[in-house]
């Protein structure tokens, strides 16, 4: 009897808090404590010419298959933030954190006039910014349609929020 009155007392704390979707994934410790400090010259990770609406299909073919998160990078090669979240994103503990959680695709978004209608099929009609990130679930559903554009300054963040950010919304290692 005691055991069930501790699992109701759990269960309506938990609807009267919010349960959390799942157990926090533990962001890597980055290297790297200033963006000042990170390797030159910045990455220029998007490409102009390449097909996003088919590199977002694979990468939801990938994680449908793997278990994993899609991350959709909105930015353009001419906007110093998208290329600090560039650099923090190559740091060999960040790089590999990515990866294990993430199916990441960098879509150029020219002047914030070219492949706008991808944000928009999960209901970001419009871009605050650049980098915009949305990480979407396997399934389609948007994660964190309130701060996708949380990184647009992130020549004001440090390293580590940087990779805090991103494991609030890294989906649990399929292995571990």
């Known amino acids: ?30 290297s790297v404590t200033d963006i000042k400090a990170l390797p030159t010259p910045l990455p220029l990770p998007y ?13 939801f073919e990938r994680a449908r298959v793997n278990g994993k998160r899609v991350l959709l990078n ?23 954190f990515v990866a294990a959680h993430y199916e990441v695709v960098k879509i150029d978004v020219g002047r914030i006039n070219k492949n706008l209608h991808i944000p928009a099929r999960y209901g970001v009609e419009k871009l ?21 554009s949380d990184l647009t300054n992130a020549r004001g963040m440090t390293p580590q929020a940087i990779a805090d950010w991103l494991a609030k919304f890294a989906a649990p290692a399929k292995n571990g």
């Open 1 to 30: 009897m005691r055991t069930i009155t501790l699992l109701s007392a759990s269960l309506l704390l938990a609807s009267v808090f919010g349960a959390p979707a799942q157990a926090q994934v533990v962001a890597p410790t980055v």
């Open 47 to 59: 490409d102009e010419e390449a097909d996003a609406d088919a590199d977002v299909t694979r990468a």
């Open 74 to 96: 909105f930015g353009g090669d001419w906007c110093p933030d998208c290329r600090v979240f560039a650099g923090i994103t190559e740091l060999p503990e960040v790089k590999g």
């Open 128 to 148: 605050r910014g650049v980098p915009s990130v949305l990480i979407v679930a396997a399934d389609g559903t948007l994660l964190n349609a309130s701060n996708s």
